[in-house]
């Protein structure tokens, strides 16, 4: 069996017509790109909302990495935020406050094209 036509644990990328990994592959897509099509492919099957979460957090850190991240950023995603959770118990963690938005950490490394990151000394 090729480890293409496997998965460990769970059946969420199994029954895709192509699983995210190998779209990503074959798309040279970096691994910020690749996580946050992962986690909005699955959140049916997988986690659900926190799975999107999890998406715009990687999609906040594309953001960060590709453009200078401004206070209209921050304000977008407050109010994306703000907008989901008026009638729940409260926002996901790590998406309570635009502070915690702007503390974000850089991740050239996670969002650079495979091909295009140096090896590791």
């Given at each position: 069996?090729?480890?293409?036509?496997?998965?460990?644990?769970?059946?969420?990328?199994k029954?895709?017509?192509?699983?995210?990994?190998?779209?990503?592959?074959?798309?040279?897509?970096?691994?910020?790109?690749?996580?946050?099509?992962?986690?909005?492919?699955?959140?049916?099957?997988?986690?659900?909302?926190?799975?999107?979460y999890?998406?715009?957090?990687?999609?906040?850190?594309?953001?960060?990495?590709?453009y200078e991240w401004?206070?209209?950023?921050?304000?977008?995603?407050?109010?994306?935020?703000?907008?989901?959770?008026?009638?729940?118990?409260g926002?996901?963690r790590g998406l309570t406050?635009?502070?915690?938005?702007?503390?974000?950490?850089p991740?050239?490394?996670?969002?650079?094209?495979?091909?295009?990151?140096?090896?590791?000394?």
């Open positions: 069996m090729k480890a293409s036509e496997a998965q460990v644990g769970g059946k969420h990328y029954q895709l017509a192509i699983q995210p990994m190998q779209y990503s592959m074959a798309n040279n897509l970096d691994a910020c790109q690749h996580t946050a099509i992962k986690y909005v492919t699955r959140h049916r099957e997988g986690a659900g909302k926190k799975d999107l999890k998406a715009l957090h990687c999609i906040m850190l594309l953001i960060e990495d590709s401004t206070a209209e950023d921050t304000a977008i995603v407050a109010a994306i935020v703000d907008a989901s959770t008026q009638n729940a118990a926002p996901p406050s635009p502070a915690t938005v702007t503390a974000a950490a991740c050239r490394r996670l969002c650079t094209p495979t091909s295009q990151i140096p090896p590791d000394r």
